[in-house]
């Protein structure tokens, strides 16, 4: 029980840091001390937990709300999403305080920022629908009015509003399958839910599940919200939305599936077809942002298609009766849950950073940044090539575990063969733009010079901002070189997923973090060998040869847009563009734009919405402003409901 008894003191620490910071809100600096306390503090007492777990412990309360319980448990998946959460959070918090600032707001968006953190570990515990639902609704309400903090920007206002509505019909979904489940067992505990979906057809469970989860994790096309509402919000809230609050739809369907008896080999290859479309448009539609918060929101839309591709590998596995290769599909997916955190949430405070600096987030006006802000380009770097899945970090570790289940599944032939071939085409493809997306990203933001005078004259973050950049970039390496420690948390679950008796998979991982840990001493040596060298010799600086131009300039280097150019047209994402030509002989300017619209959101909700909004415009006649109509209203309601009752 200590590790239940520690899991409950981190939620409390947050819920009660929350609340100090809310009375302490008129002096923004020890409102933002108690948050930042509370989120250390639960971070060390929830890893502790964790630590300490056998993974079998459970506590269930009464709760005096109908069906409702407060029944929580700590299992291997639980812990998987857990241990990410506590340690994004604690670096958020930090990284929050200096990019804040303090002023009249700190207190209300630490509040937030602590319910937030609060609601997802509860989320990730409970067993009850009920609890479940209300932590879900917290998580939500809370992420909201965070992306609404800023509510004098229009931008933040309908961000909000999209995420708030999107987010809703996804909860509908997930209110309707506990709600079956619920009127056919007459309880709404996890556990007695195994019944009920075995006499709903699978599809419907399915169906529900993909759709109301699947929209919080933002899998294409219900990923509407995600690209708008991450941009909006505050960077370490970006962080937290994307690394973490995102995996509780992956979270939600990982639970929903372990109540199902026998899954088909379909529902596998229906996630794992959901991955290749989700990871394939998240990074081409990455690509052809110019807003750097935008670029990393479609990457997260594209990461998550990674992980549905490792558990759509695992789920097919099983079912065709390959427990091995459902364990590494599984063990991949998992992995990168964890990795994902890590990198993503590394990446949005690097974003933040920049924009701390410089005010700017377009990258066609940035440029050069890595000189004045050494640190924050160093450490981008590293969440950079950790995102594009190359070794020796982290990202490279699980992507090799799905590569590999997917080879595996192949190599069974058949249709597990074909789905296989899809996988791992998909997952080079997915790799390869990524890495072109991100060369972009740094290549834009941190390197040539600078396009504009705001991005002339930065200045390194201070130490709060940079040193949980530092070690979340630490965390990518590690994962990178020594990656069991990672894997065995992987790994459980993994197993009570697939089935398998195998849990071998760190002494597999040895040889590759040895290799990684090899390739980062050896160009340690290179390095220190170069100084040496060099050491005593008078280094001086030239011009670059520039095909003979002898005054280069920032306006001779690509841009966000003529980089990623080619390979957006060559994909026909439909790029809108506006070319103003050089003009005479000694043209004074030339301009190009180009906006990528998002198909989904233009060609699939907005019309939808607006038939909605068209048909339902005659109710507006009962919405006059005349306040004793709708006290009328409100008795006419009182009494159907007493008539209802009655009858």
């Known amino acids: 029980m200590k590790d239940l008894v520690l899991l409950l003191s981190s939620t409390a620490v947050l819920i009660i840091s929350a609340f100090l910071s809310l009375a302490l809100r008129k002096q923004p600096g020890l409102a933002a001390f108690a948050a930042i306390a509370g989120c250390v503090l639960a971070a060390v007492s929830g890893l502790a937990a964790i630590a300490l777990s056998g993974f079998h412990s459970a506590l269930a309360l009464p709760w005096p709300v109908p069906g409702g319980q407060f029944h929580i448990a700590l299992d291997s998946i639980s812990a998987l999403f857990l241990a990410p959460l506590y340690i994004l959070c604690a670096c958020g918090a930090l990284y929050g305080r200096r990019y804040g600032g303090l002023n009249s707001k700190t207190g209300y968006s630490f509040f937030l920022y602590n319910i937030l953190a609060a609601s997802m570990a509860v989320v990730f515990t409970a067993r009850n629908a009920v609890l479940f639902l209300t932590a879900w609704e917290m998580m939500t309400l809370s992420s909201f009015l965070l992306v609404v903090l800023d509510y004098g920007s229009e931008e933040s206002r309908k961000a909000g509003w999209l995420y708030l509505i999107a987010t809703h019909i996804g909860t509908a979904c997930i209110i309707a399958l506990f709600g079956a489940a619920w009127h056919m067992t007459g309880s709404a505990e996890f556990s007695a839910f195994p019944p009920a979906f075995a006499k709903l057809p699978f599809a419907a469970v399915a169906l529900l599940t993909v759709a109301g989860f699947g929209t919080k994790a933002g899998f294409f096309p219900l990923h509407v919200w995600l690209p708008k509402a991450h941009p909006a919000a505050p960077s370490h809230v970006s962080a937290v939305m994307s690394g973490i609050m995102i995996k509780a739809g992956i979270y939600g369907i990982i639970r929903m599936m372990t109540l199902v008896d026998l899954i088909p080999f379909w529902f596998g290859a229906a996630l794992a077809a959901i991955g290749i479309v989700s990871g394939i448009l998240g990074v081409l539609f990455a690509l052809a942002q110019h807003d750097l918060k935008s670029l990393l929101a479609y990457h997260s839309v594209e990461n998550i298609g990674i992980i549905a ?11 065709a009766g390959r427990p091995e290769i459902a364990f590494i599909g599984f063990a991949g997916g998992l992995l990168h849950v964890i990795n994902h955190a890590f990198f993503k949430g590394l990446l949005f405070m690097g974003a933040g950073s920049v924009q701390h600096a410089t005010g700017l987030r377009d990258m066609d006006k940035l440029g050069g940044l890595l000189r004045a802000m050494p640190l924050t380009g160093a450490t981008f770097l590293i969440g950079a090539a950790a995102i594009s899945g190359l070794p020796p970090f982290n990202g490279f570790i699980s992507e090799f575990l799905i590569y590999s289940g997917a080879f595996r599944l192949m190599m069974a032939g058949g249709h597990s063969g074909l789905a296989g071939l899809a996988v791992l085409t998909a997952l080079a493809l997915i790799g390869g733009l990524a890495a072109a997306c991100f060369a972009k990203a740094f290549g834009m933001v941190f390197l040539g010079l600078p396009r504009t005078r705001l991005a002339a004259a930065p200045a390194e973050s201070p130490a709060l901002m940079t040193a949980p950049m530092i070690l979340l970039a630490a965390l990518c390496v590690l994962t990178g070189v020594a990656p069991q420690a990672a894997a065995k948390l992987a790994i459980l679950p993994a197993l009570t997923l697939s089935g398998a008796d195998y849990g071998g998979l760190p002494q597999v991982l040895q040889p590759i973090g040895l290799t990684a840990a090899m390739v980062i001493l050896l160009s340690a040596l290179v390095w220190f060998l170069r100084d040496r060298l060099l050491a005593g010799r008078k280094v001086t600086a030239a011009g670059t040869w520039s095909c003979g131009y002898s005054a280069p300039t920032a306006a001779m280097q690509y841009t966000a847009s003529s980089f990623a150019q080619p390979i957006v047209d060559m994909f026909g994402l439909g790029t809108a563009k ?8 000694f043209p004074v300017s030339a301009e190009f734009h180009s906006h990528t619209p998002d198909p989904a959101r233009d060609m699939l909700f ?42």
Do not use: C, E
């Not at 591709?309 to 079912?319: F, Q």
């Not at 506006?578 to 002989?585: E, F, N």
């Open 309 to 319: 591709l490792g558990l759509g590998t695992g789920y097919m596995g099983a079912a």
């Open 578 to 585: 506006k070319i103003s030509r050089p003009q005479g002989l």
């Open 606 to 647: 907005s019309p939808v919405f607006r038939y909605i909004d068209t048909r339902m415009s005659a109710l507006r006649v009962i919405q006059h402003g005349n306040i004793q109509t709708y006290i009328l209203y409100i008795a006419a309601a009182l009494v159907a409901l007493l008539v209802w009752t009655v009858l």
